[in-house]
């Protein structure tokens, strides 16, 4: 199994470029989520899914789309990025509510 | 809006020591789950704490859940390299993670 993987590994946006945040499980988890992580600060939710084809808004939703077509695959879409989405970006799956499972995380620049 | 305020936020220590962090919430947590987060890498879940005073051992490390379930603490005994990373808790039913502690401990 290769766990959670999420590429690329580093990205360098522009202001006003769109991207795709790929995140792909092997562990027919049902539970999905994305956390951006900034300095001094711990992890925060951005959008999780439940399931495939139901997604909801986390806590820092705003600029991010998603969707969850397949039960593997979780991409996070910033739609027009911006200095302030300068972050680390953690993918995490669960089975229900139990232990979450941490991608590597995706190092994301926005100049 | 539930805050997680986690104490302290900064911790060096040397190797033998032992030490404590904190995570209190303004709520009252279902669960409760401490992950550490080595530099470049994930969270590793460490253990997850259900009910009100309850103490659970892992190793050198010791957690424990407060009778009302706001909040929560970690001991680690005895301290090593190896422990160094950040230390964070959360609710597992909001999804919300504290601020964090980031540990270092010297040879």
């Known amino acids: 199994n290769a766990g959670v993987t999420q590429t690329p590994k580093f990205q360098v946006l522009k202001t006003g470029q769109s991207m795709t945040l790929q995140c792909a499980q092997d562990m027919n988890h049902e539970y999905m989520s994305w956390y951006r992580q900034d300095p001094g600060m711990g992890l925060r939710l951005i959008h999780y899914?439940?399931?495939?084809?139901?997604?909801d808004q986390g806590e820092v939703p705003n600029g991010y789309n998603v969707s969850r077509s397949t039960t593997e695959d979780f991409p996070l879409r910033l739609l027009s990025a911006a200095p302030s989405q300068t972050s680390v970006y953690f993918c995490a799956s669960s089975h229900t509510e139990n232990e979450q499972f941490f991608g590597p995380g995706t190092r994301l620049t926005v100049l | 809006t539930q805050l997680l305020e986690q104490s302290p936020q900064f911790l060096s220590i040397q190797e033998g020591e032992n030490l404590t962090v904190y995570c209190n919430s303004s709520?009252?947590?279902?669960?409760l789950q401490w992950y550490r987060q080595e530099p470049g890498e994930g969270p590793v879940l460490l253990v997850t704490?259900?009910?009100?005073?309850e103490v659970k051992k892992l190793k050198r490390l010791t957690f424990q859940f407060g009778d009302a379930r706001k909040d929560s603490s970690l001991h680690i005994t005895a301290a090593q390299p190896g422990d160094t990373g950040l230390y964070l808790c959360?609710?597992?039913?909001?999804?919300?993670f504290g601020t964090g502690t980031r540990l270092q401990v010297f040879p």
């Open positions: 709520s009252v947590f279902s669960s």
């Open positions: 959360m609710d597992t039913d909001k999804l919300i």
């Open positions: 899914s439940v399931g495939a084809g139901i997604t």
């Open positions: 704490v259900v009910t009100g005073g």
